[in-house]
């Protein structure tokens, strides 16, 4: 018998208003499974600290992003290693204050290490942040948002998301209206980068069921823990 989409839902949403939530997805590369994403959201009076963990093909990545109670970032501390690509490194944004950050790029490998003081802009978070922000806003058909993206090291890039459609998407077996968001870089590098896609469930929270961009593609696993 199919799940009802009642109930999946309920599945969904009921982690979600409890102070921690885990979801589980699955990464695609060309429609092949790669790795494994645990992502956790922790709330408490003060603080929403979000973290991500990828494992799998020789991957290993964690970021903890902590936000403030209006959603302003306090810090971003990541770790990621690549074995094919190389790619051991540390990268901390910290002591923030009045829009100013120390930003922090470690080479682990090579055990090198820089750190600036970067101006951090209203709005600017890591992907990672942006997944549990969607959750809260006030999606509907047209419904718009803008926002810095932050990326090692150094990297920003203003980006313009839209609700493009409502649509359905099957998660296990039920059917889950979600809202399509269209993100855009939203400078001229959008004519050499692809836009990429997020699916979130329609019913509130908006819980992100997939993601998609030029490379990969980023599913929801069911059943919800």
């Known amino acids: 018998m199919r799940t009802t989409v009642t109930t999946l839902l309920t599945l969904l949403i009921s982690p979600l208003i409890t102070p921690a939530a885990t979801l589980t997805y699955t990464a695609f590369d ?10 956790t959201i922790t709330k408490t009076h003060d603080t929403t600290k979000i973290n991500t963990h990828v494992t ?7 970021n903890t992003c902590i936000l403030s109670s ?4 306090i810090s971003i501390n990541q770790e990621t290693r690549n074995d094919p690509d190389k790619a051991y490194f540390s990268w901390k944004i910290s002591h923030q204050q009045n829009n100013y950050s120390d930003e922090t790029y470690t080479e682990i490998k090579q055990r090198t290490s820089k750190t600036s003081t970067v101006r951090i802009a209203a709005k600017s978070y890591p992907i990672q942040a942006l997944l549990y922000l969607f959750q809260e806003m006030p ?46 870089i939203d400078n001229f590098l959008s004519l050499f980068i692809p836009k990429s896609y997020f699916w979130l469930s329609v019913a509130k929270p908006h819980i992100p069921i997939q993601y998609r ?3 990969f593609e980023y599913r929801l696993q069911a059943p919800i823990s």
């Open 30 to 39: 060309n429609n092949k499974p790669q790795h494994s994403v645990i992502f």
């Open 56 to 62: 799998g093909d020789h991957l290993e990545e964690t």
């Open 70 to 73: 209006k959603n302003n970032l």
């Open 139 to 184: 999606l509907s058909e047209n419904y718009t948002y803008t926002f810095t993206l932050l990326k090692p090291y150094q990297e920003t890039y203003p980006i313009s998301c839209k609700v493009v459609e409502k649509t359905t998407l099957t998660l296990g077996t039920t059917s889950i209206p979600c809202y399509k968001i269209e993100a855009t």
């Open 213 to 215: 961009d030029y490379r």
